[in-house]
């Protein structure tokens, strides 16, 4: 018996040479840092899903009842159940691989790389079936070094699952309109459900589907038995489990993947803004300028054979979704995943004519070199680690807080969450179709359920930032009335702890370091250094700010050193809301101390207030520069 007699036919062993050379290509791009924590674009997403996989593996295989760690704010539920997701095949496998290989950064994206090779098989299975071999071969080479499907294809997420099974169901949905075998049906509608249970955007699959079934059926296939079969064997499993998430799941627990506004047509579809933002972000992001030009100049060859436009058909439906869905597009520049395969196919259309005439295979050659190495300046970028300091603060919470702790971050991504490995809350959601916002409103919610640690995982050149808004209502209130503990990636604050604002051990306080912050309140900049690494902070942009301490007993003054952005400044200084002194600093960048003697001041246990205010600021809004507070026994 011959095993693989195809491979006698050298037209065959080119073509099974360049899908192997695809493939590996494919597989090598994406082990690219493959043992790196997911602290890159889209983290907040990824982290979401290794949740689940983590707590499949510690609270039961129950693939219908996944669960996060975030919790609503009227209950903290022993277990975080989660509802409208979708079937969460790849956490769910992932959680396998966990159970024999240990919980992993690099376990955690085996599963998605090998549903992204699967997808790439097949599509240049469907793509070589429709036209040809070389447009095949070019076709996935686009597609593999797009954007998205690159990155994603590394990632804890469903899209390169989704893609895979999409890619299946439509190339064996055309085998069994061309065949009609039931194991042919059974295989196409199989691959059709997991690919709408994987992603139910993948739904805009049914244009070119039915563009195939009209192509061979004509205006049969709107009275054939055999596709209103097929279409209730796909589409009732998928109501059921769609009816499972988002009604029940989600009325039991009020924690939810998604938001309730991914169909507000009309906060979206009459925005001009919507619209520019996803065309800016297709043409620089997702799909890129060479594969924008190059397929849409694919949309004018000419096919020939009507079966030759499955990929306009397939363009349409991928387009669709952004009228469909656009509260899902809007915000998830990812979605745009799903316009790469038709594009590549359309580019690679572009590209098969003048490469198939000798006289032009050099412009051509080279324009598909361009194309194929432009998009890796787009992905090098979502590579960047922009998620670092939530690494890093959950991290430190890991290894410093007792294993239940509960935790309340002041972002709305559950990235910190995950990396510490505790039960909490993020600033997204209080609960399914109630939006949350880091504010003393949520902290009061979540303390009395029992959150005892704050974590902010923004970078003190931020958080610490006057110049910077997001923090300012609530950046005092923590420093005054929670201990505090500060990298500068990240800020904790103990939320069972009274601050502590005692002055150091040698009664002075170098501003500019990490461990001044919690003095200042108000108008104050970030953490700086001057030519000789002196640590400075400056005031502005507002014209007064304050410093709050507890001074030790037998202080009968205090001392500032201070220096003027500008020339001719006058400061004006009160000590708890009375006037201490007054200076004129005539010179700019020139140090001063400036003494100020009270009988105000008191001994321990009292809590005082000196208010800086200046007359004159530079052009950068800075007025004030402080170095040091000390106290004069």
């Not at 050149?461 to 990240?490: G, M, T, V």
């Not at 001057?530 to 005031?539: H, I, K, M, Q, Y």
């Not at 006037?579 to 003494?595: D, V």
Request: charge should be positive; hydrophobic fraction near 45%; include cysteine.
């Amino acid at each position: 018996m011959r095993v693989f007699p195809q491979l006698k036919d050298k037209s065959y062993r080119e073509y099974a040479a360049l899908a192997g050379g695809v493939l590996l290509i494919g597989l090598v791009l994406r082990c690219y840092h493959i043992g790196m924590p997911p602290i890159d674009f889209l983290a907040w997403r990824e982290t979401q899903t290794l949740m689940v996989a983590r707590n499949f593996c510690r609270e039961g295989m129950n693939l219908l009842r996944p669960s996060v760690d975030w919790r609503t704010t009227y209950e903290v539920a022993p277990r975080g159940t989660v509802g409208g997701t979708e079937l969460q095949v790849v956490p769910y496998l992932t959680a396998v691989l966990y159970q024999v290989l240990g919980m992993r950064y690099w376990v955690g994206r085996v599963v998605p790389i090998c549903f992204a090779s699967l997808a790439t098989w097949f599509f240049l299975r469907l793509a070589k079936r429709f036209y040809g071999s070389a447009c095949a071969a070019m076709g996935t080479a686009f597609l593999i070094v797009s954007p998205y499907f690159l990155y994603c294809g590394r990632c804890q997420m469903p899209e390169s699952f989704a893609l895979a099974m999409s890619f299946a169901a439509v190339y064996y949905f055309d085998d069994w309109l061309s065949e009609g075998r039931w194991l042919r049906f059974s295989r196409a509608a199989a691959f059709a459900l997991m690919m709408l249970l994987g992603k139910p955007q993948m739904g805009v699959m049914v244009v070119p589907m039915a563009f195939l079934a009209f192509s061979r059926f004509g205006w049969k296939t709107f009275i054939s038995w055999r596709l209103h079969l097929f279409a209730v064997a796909v589409g009732l499993p998928f109501i059921t489990y769609m009816w499972w998430t988002f009604h029940v799941l989600i009325k039991e627990t009020g924690i939810s993947f998604s938001g309730p506004g991914f169909f507000d047509y009309g906060r979206w579809l009459t925005s001009w803004p919507y619209y520019s933002s996803v065309a800016k972000s297709i043409w620089l992001w997702s799909v890129t300028p060479p594969m924008c030009v190059l397929g849409l100049v694919g949309l004018l060859v000419p096919g020939g054979d009507t079966r030759k436009y499955l990929t306009h058909l397939w363009l349409l439906g991928a387009v669709s979704l952004f009228f469909l869905m656009p509260g899902g597009t809007a915000p998830n520049g990812y979605y745009q995943i799903i316009l790469e395969p038709p594009f590549a196919l359309l580019a690679a259309r572009t590209l098969t004519v003048p490469c198939s005439r000798r006289a032009l295979r050099v412009a051509g050659g080279a324009i598909f070199v361009v194309a194929l190495v432009w998009p890796f300046h787009v992905t090098a970028r979502l590579y960047e680690p922009r998620y670092l300091s939530d690494y890093q603060c959950g991290e430190w919470v890991k290894r410093n807080t007792p294993e239940t702790t509960l935790l309340v971050t002041s972002s709305p991504n559950p990235a910190t969450l995950y990396f510490s490995d505790r039960v909490g809350w993020t600033a997204w959601q209080e609960y399914y179709g109630k939006g949350a916002v880091f504010s003393r409103r949520l902290l009061n919610k979540v303390i009395p359920l029992g959150a005892s640690v704050l974590a902010v995982p923004v970078s003190q050149d931020y958080f610490d930032n006057a110049y910077y808004r997001e923090y300012r209502p609530i950046r005092d209130y923590l420093y005054e009335n929670y201990l505090s503990y500060k990298q500068d990636s990240f800020a904790i604050f103990f939320l069972t702890r009274h601050a502590d604002l005692s002055l150091p051990e040698d009664g002075r306080i170098a501003f500019g370091t990490l461990e001044s912050r919690k003095y200042l309140r108000g108008s104050w900049g970030p953490n700086q250094e001057d030519a000789v690494r002196a640590p400075f902070v400056t005031l502005g942009p507002e014209k007064a700010a304050s410093i709050r301490f507890l001074v030790g007993a037998d202080v009968h003054g205090l001392a500032l050193e201070i220096a003027s952005a500008v020339a001719e400044q006058t400061i004006t200084v009160e000590l708890d809301d009375e006037l201490a002194g007054t200076a004129t600093l005539p010179i700019s960048g020139k140090r001063a101390e400036l003494r100020l003697e009270s009988p105000n001041l008191k001994g321990e246990g009292t809590v005082h207030r000196v208010t800086i205010e200046a007359t004159r600021w530079n052009r950068d809004g800075v007025s004030v520069i402080l170095f040091s507070l000390r106290e004069l026994s």
